[in-house]
Nanobody
């Protein structure tokens, strides 16, 4: 059974930093691309960043230069380092695993999400 468990969310002032983690189990971690998405109530889920099996990364324009995605295949863990946070980064952040054509938002497996709140 695949499980993705996010942690590291919380409340921070604008300009601050947080590091999210996503601990994965139930599949071969190194064989899947992974991503971080975020969602604000009433809005569509938004891609934040992807990282492929070979660690190729992509970022949404809104977070480029501020966020860094990484993965540790030995620890089966995905990370998102978020620096210079802005109030508009406030959202529930979810990790996703294993790209698949036709899958909703392009990923098969999803975590429950962790809340990030950035105050001014």
């Amino acid at each position: 059974q695949v499980r993705l468990a996010e942690s590291g969310g919380g409340s921070v002032q604008a300009g601050g930093s947080l590091k999210l983690s996503c601990a994965a189990s139930g599949y071969i971690f190194s064989e899947c691309g992974m991503g971080w998405y975020r969602q604000v109530p009433g809005k569509e889920r938004e891609l934040v960043s992807n990282i492929s099996r070979d660690a190729t990364t992509t970022y949404a324009d809104s977070v480029k230069g501020r966020f860094t995605i990484s993965r540790d295949n030995a620890k089966n863990t995905l990370y998102l380092q978020m620096n210079s946070l802005k109030t508009e980064d406030t959202a529930v952040y979810s990790c996703a695993a294993c790209r698949a054509v036709g899958a909703r938002y392009g990923y098969v497996f999803w975590g429950q999400g962790t809340q990030v709140t950035v105050s001014s």
